[in-house]
């Protein structure tokens, strides 16, 4: 598609902003990407190592002990006990499977690709490189008699951190179901759940049993290891499901050279079967969570959902430029709520992504 039908990048707009941040005498807090700032865990690192010696051209499928390792961290993690290993594929990080899956699924005009009315703005992209009619909705109800070819959903949530419960994901299976429709669900919050879950399992995902039945046609499950894992930088992702449909994306991706490195690969190995450096991670952003929740709180902000994740979603009540300008003059720089959706014109997204030093000047700031 022509470069002029995308939307503009959304982060250039921030550049004003960012310049009145950075202009604190006490330096920028910068809250708005949500990019890792903490160590890659040092069993990921030596994973990278021991892989460094990679002559070869990696499979586009992944070797069929990372996939197995994907398939047992669904069922330990997930209660996706039914995921096969042959339908397991890593991919570039999970943005590049998100705005290319509609085209490695072969839609095109004429088609629709669903998503929610708040939401990462990548699903919108996707819909449109494939020449396909992007459309945000707040409801299922919304699509009327004519069903999307794919529908995305998220849980949980990018930028609102909102966690859809079992029986609701249910019912989203059983709609697409009965209308032929693809359901994508980008979980790649899941192991930041901030509820109280007394199974000690991670979000629920697309792929638990208790969703679908075991039965996972139509279905994939997206998931990145950026965020859990710190390896952002290493490009760390899979999308699991529906054999036949992982098949078709292997098969297209072949063709097209999307392979990811043979080292990130075995990384990815060493972090799914590692679930100490997870928990450890979790326990730093609870603690940064903490910190800047309670401030937020005092300083006037209303904190909706951000029930899971890496971000809080807030309002002052006034249009999210104005306030993304309010934390500037603080030395903060937060995402406005309108890169995500019109819903999202009265939020702004502030991450927990700064160093506990950083967390902690945002903290007094929004407090002086």
């Known amino acids: ?41 040092q069993v990921l690192q030596d994973a990278l190592v021991g892989a460094a010696n990679a002559p ?6 992944g070797t069929p002990d990372l996939r197995e390792a994907i398939a047992a961290w669904f069922q330990r993690r997930r209660n996706a006990a039914g995921v096969d290993p042959d339908g397991v594929m890593p991919v570039v ?7 290319w899956l509609p085209t490695l699924l072969g839609l095109g005009p004429g088609d629709t690709v669903g998503f929610p009315e708040l939401a990462y703005p990548t699903y919108d992209v996707g819909a449109r490189l ?3 009619t ?73 792929l638990d049993d208790r969703v679908c039945g075991g039965d996972h046609e139509g279905l994939l499950a997206v998931y990145s290891l ?30 097209a050279g999307m392979i990811v490195p043979w080292p990130t690969q075995r990384v990815l190995k060493a972090a799914v079967q590692d679930d100490a450096h997870v928990a ?6 609870a603690v940064r969570r903490e910190e800047l929740k309670t401030a937020l709180v005092a300083a006037g902000w209303q904190i909706d959902h951000s029930d899971a994740g890496l971000y809080f979603w807030v309002t002052q009540g006034k249009p999210c430029r104005e306030s993304v300008d309010d934390l500037a003059a ?19 997204r502030i991450a927990l992504t700064a160093t506990d030093e950083r967390i902690s000047a945002a903290a007094k700031r929004l407090n002086s």
């Open 330 to 348: 603080l030395g903060i720089l937060a995402a406005p709520g309108d890169f995500y959706g019109a819903a999202g014109a009265q939020h702004v």
């Open 93 to 99: 990080g999970s943005k590049e499977l998100v705005a």
């Open 226 to 255: 950026s965020k859990q894992s710190n390896l952002a930088g290493y490009r760390a992702a899979f999308v699991a499901g529906d054999t036949a449909l992982v098949q078709r994306l292997v098969q297209v991706r072949k063709h």
């Open 134 to 206: 992007p459309k945000p909705a707040a409801s299922l109800l919304q699509y009327g008699p004519v069903a999307p070819k794919l529908l995305w959903i998220n849980s949980p949530a990018n930028p609102h951190g909102q966690v859809l419960p079992v029986d609701h994901l249910a019912k989203v299976v059983a709609w697409a179901r009965q209308r032929g429709v693809i359901v994508a669900s980008d979980e790649c919050y899941a192991e930041l759940d901030w509820r109280e879950e007394p199974d000690g399992l991670s979000t629920p995902s697309i």
């Open 1 to 41: 598609m022509p470069v002029a039908d995308l939307p503009d990048f959304p982060w250039d707009t921030l550049a004003g902003a960012k310049a009145q941040a950075a202009a604190h005498p006490d330096g920028i807090v910068d809250l708005s990407v949500g990019t890792p700032v903490d160590p890659t865990p």
């Open 130 to 132: 494939a020449g396909a």
């Open 56 to 61: 070869g051209y990696p499979q586009v499928w």
């Open 280 to 285: 450890a991670q979790k326990k730093v952003y």
